[in-house]
């Protein structure tokens, strides 16, 4: 109880020195409140973003796998293509056992067919956008042998129509056909329907593009509108393959095509299934649960719905990693100061420690005395600065995670720009980010979150005084190394 009495009685008598520490402190607590913060909120954005989120995934060929697998086994350029050319897709029933896993709550798959149009023509200007149905033979890729104008896909629900259910397409006409495989039903885009003079209650027909003798014929039950289609986006790509365009996309159900081109060989056919999860912990769960089940290492569970979420992260772990880095300067840089007023105060108070230990206090208690005081003054100013940085941690955090997402929205609109497409140098009228007239743009622009709840929690006060107690440790090292060195003889011989 003396010390510490002792202790605060020299805080109040130096009161100079101390303002000068404390207002350091401060300073250091402000700075490491808001960089932990910042820090706490990347982190709780990446566990907690996805937790409740629901996620689709799908399991896809993984061509990097294979190639990196057959080149450790020393295959040259010719096994690899005889390798590549014999990978096909995953058919409906090895889909289906996947789904069986207990971590997928639902699980919805569609057809993709490619067929030409024997009464109706395609529409083959560039007034098309992105397309996600892109074949080729049966690694599912565009510009293969065969490929017809039209893209027939069959959707096994409702719930496989994600276009309708987000409201990009929506029917004007008529109504939605029916999931059954003896109706033959199906809808088509405005535009094919304005271009060929088409309405609900038509009839068209389309072939084989390998084998114009098998046909198939399909009523139109419906007319629906694509508002992700554009004028000018993927227009070259298009042009080559008529069937990515929307507007030549026919949709109708599973049961129904299904049952149209299940007995033909030569009609190219992609079956791809989605399968959907309550959240992030059931995602990764189904991902060992497949490989348990026997799924084949070149194949890898994908989610484009995690991808855009990780990448929306980019600038605030940017954000994160410039928090810490700047921490560590803070926290070095304060450590020194405060070790060096230190030095200064011990040998004024040199006198002072030889009297305290010429009448007997031991040099340990001297240590914790100063120990003590530094602690003191170090609390009050946490304290204070702890209260000044949860205020500012929200709007400044928000403020750098803003510059942030600026500067990589300006990076990847200066690529763009160096591919001659967005931002500068692009062409008249063009909108930043968007592809130019031929050209294919290589990837959506991105979603970055530009906004956090950098708020102090326990978890940022317990780090934020875990340093405290380090930085007060370390300042007070110099104390004690300088009074343990002292002899109370010598110091009061020779003081002058």
Partial sequence: MYLIKNAWKNVIRSKGRNILIFLIVFAITLAAT?????????????????????????????????????????????????????????????LQKYAKSDAVSNFYYS???????????????????????????????????????????????????????????????????????????CIISDELASYNSLKAGDTIELEDPNDSSQTIKL????????????????????????????????????????????????????????????????????TKDVEEMGLDENYTVTSQDVERYEQSLIPLENLSTFAGYFLVVVFVIGAIVLMVIHIFNIRERKYEIGVLTAIGMKKSKVCIQFVLELFFVTLFAMVIGLGAGSAASVPVSNQLLESQVESQQEQAESVESNFGRGGKGSGEGQEPGTAAPGRSMPQQAAQYLSDISASVNMTVILQLFGIGIILTILSSLTAVIFVVRYEPLKILTNRS
């Fill in 34 to 94: 808001i960089s932990l913060a910042i820090r706490q909120a990347a982190e709780t954005a990446k566990t907690d973003g996805l937790e409740d989120t629901e996620i689709t995934a799908q399991i896809t060929f993984d061509r990097q796998s294979m190639m990196k697998s057959m080149g450790e086994a020393g295959a040259d350029r010719s096994d690899m293509k005889e390798k590549m050319a014999q990978v096909e897709g995953l058919s409906l029933s090895q």
């Fill in 111 to 185: 057809m993709v067919c490619s067929f030409d149009g024997t009464d109706i023509e395609e529409i083959s200007t560039d007034t098309t956008s992105d397309s996600n149905v892109l074949m080729n033979g049966k690694n599912g890729m565009s510009g293969g042998n065969g490929q017809g104008t039209f893209s027939v896909i069959g959707y096994s629900s409702e719930d496989a129509m994600t276009d309708f259910i987000s409201g990009t397409c929506k029917i004007t006409e008529g109504s939605m056909f029916e999931n059954d495989a003896s109706k033959q039903q």
């Fill in 219 to 286: 009523t139109i039950t419906g007319i629906y509108s694509n508002s992700a289609s554009t004028s000018e986006e993927n227009g070259a790509m298009n042009q080559r393959n008529p069937g990515s365009d929307p507007a030549n996309q026919i949709y109708t159900s599973y049961a129904a095509l299904n049952g149209l081109v299940k007995d033909s060989d030569s009609i190219l056919k992609q079956t791809n299934g989605t399968y959907v999860f309550d959240d992030y912990d059931a995602y990764e769960t189904f």
